[in-house]
């Protein structure tokens, strides 16, 4: 049964998207993470069950990485639902270190993508369901300027000064 709840956080209220698991830290997986007016963002739907008590765990987590305290999550993810580029593509965001940043050019690198797959990389890094968790907002351009972002540019550039990384231009 998927389960949801909603997070108000220094982005704006986030919705949590889940399914039970009994592997994961507080029996829930996370499906999905989104913010508000993201590009692609999922919206709750007929037959969801609400239940905070189900994100304690993530929501915990989640808190404690605003506060400053929590560098990286320990949150199982459900199976991904993305083609194999694309989950190639999100095993190498969770690969980028907290407080850093690296280009879709890299990105591309670490995968074995040809530079001519910078933009099917980048629409990869887009459908990622899983924002701020996922670390989507690390990967920045080449030239080190805010590039791309589903929840929007200013949400990224908080997120990168939260994490110590000095604001790159828009």
């Known amino acids: 049964m998927t389960v949801y709840t909603m997070l108000d956080s220094p982005l704006g209220e986030l919705l949590l998207v889940g399914e039970a698991s009994a592997s994961a830290p507080g029996g829930t997986a996370l499906a999905s993470l989104s913010m508000p007016e993201q590009k692609g963002g999922v919206a709750v739907r007929d037959g969801w069950r609400q239940d905070p008590d189900a994100f304690a765990e993530i929501v915990r987590q989640l808190r404690a990485y605003f506060d400053g305290t929590l560098t990286r999550f320990d949150i199982e993810f459900t199976a991904d639902r993305g083609t194999d580029f694309q989950r190639r593509v999100w095993a190498a965001l969770e690969e980028i270190p907290y407080g850093t940043t690296t280009s879709y050019g890299k990105v591309a690198q670490r995968i074995g993508a040809s530079p001519a797959a910078v933009r099917a990389l980048g629409t990869a890094i887009g459908a990622n369901p899983l924002l701020l968790v996922r670390p989507c907002h690390r990967v920045i351009g080449a030239n080190g300027t805010l590039a791309g972002y589903a929840a929007g540019l200013e949400r ?15």
Not at 156 to 170: I, T
């Open 156 to 170: 990224k550039r908080l997120l990168l000064v939260h994490e110590g990384v000095a604001a790159p231009a828009a």
